[in-house]
């Protein structure tokens, strides 16, 4: 069966830090890409960053640039997004997914439930 499990979120002050993780179970991990998707209360899910399968390639959204690093352990079966400089407006629930193709458009065909990412202060 496969599965994505999301964690790390929580509270965390302006400014602040998190890294959250997404472990795979399931499938071939290293055959898929993975992107990390956001949604907030009233608005669209949106891409935040996504990684090839090798972790060659790796794509942020304008608002991540700078701020947040994708990496990837492939014998870990995880992928990571270190998110640094945290603002109130990074406030949202935090989902991984699982895709043959990076992209930043959430056509994946396998998500997880997502994590709670809240900055305030």
């Known amino acids: 069966q496969l599965r994505l499990v999301e964690s790390g979120g929580g509270l965390v002050q302006p400014g602040g830090s998190l890294r959250l993780s997404c472990v795979a179970s399931?499938?071939?991990?290293?055959?898929?890409?993975i992107g990390w998707f956001r949604q907030a209360p009233g608005k669209e899910r949106e891409g935040v960053s996504c990684?090839?399968?090798?972790?060659?390639?790796?794509k942020y959204a304008d608002s991540a640039k700078g701020r947040f690093t994708i990496s990837r352990d492939n014998a870990k079966n995880t992928v990571y997004l270190r998110m640094n400089s945290l603002k109130p407006e990074d406030t949202a629930i935090y989902y991984c997914?699982?895709?043959?193709?990076?992209?930043?458009?959430?056509?994946?065909?396998?998500w997880g439930q997502g994590t709670q990412v809240t900055v305030s202060s």
């Open positions: 399931g499938f071939t991990f290293d055959y898929y890409a």
């Open positions: 990684i090839s399968s090798s972790g060659d390639n790796k």
């Open positions: 997914a699982a895709a043959n193709i990076a992209t930043m458009t959430p056509l994946y065909n396998y």
